[in-house]
């Protein structure tokens, strides 16, 4: 019987999590089953039981490692001595690479969420609520500093959170534009959007 490979930094769960986003990605949670995870990560069906609970389980696992990640990263540059302008430079930042070096997580809980049972889901929906909170604050307080023009921080937000998960098309075709390019550009277009 195969072993799951591991790297220096992996533990087993880490590959089969990482597997069974690459999975639901493709086919989608609802059409993918836990015998199709085993074929791809290269074991029996049982030996998955021996790291994760159930299906279910991976969908949580995926959407609050991906959606703490993003409250991680905010809340430490929400505290950083910068401009808000900066700030909101270095999230929009943080969300193109991730999405390029996560792409699969990225996408799992950006779509296939719904599927969890509560109370993961209002768990998982409140993160997104505060992550979103979070940035919006950065924008209202860019306005009331004079570094932002005075646009809706809704609005603002909405946009920049629509932009970065535009990351999506660049994914699939990656036509002739770097992820430097498409990091730089990106940022410079929505800046100059709302920078006073």
Known sequence: MAKIQTGKNNSKKDVIVKKAASLFKSKSYSASSMRELAEFVGVEASSLYNHIGSKSELLQEIC???GNQFTEQIDKIKNEQRSNIEKIEAVIRFHIQTMAENFDEVYVS???????DEPYLSDFLNIRRSYEKSLMLLIETGIEQKEIKP???????LTILSAVRGIEFWQRSKKNVTLQVLENDMVNQLLNGIVK
């Open 110 to 116: 950006n779509h296939e969420w719904k599927h969890m």
């Open 151 to 157: 646009v809706n921080p809704y609005v603002a937000v």
């Open 64 to 66: 609050f490692r991906t």
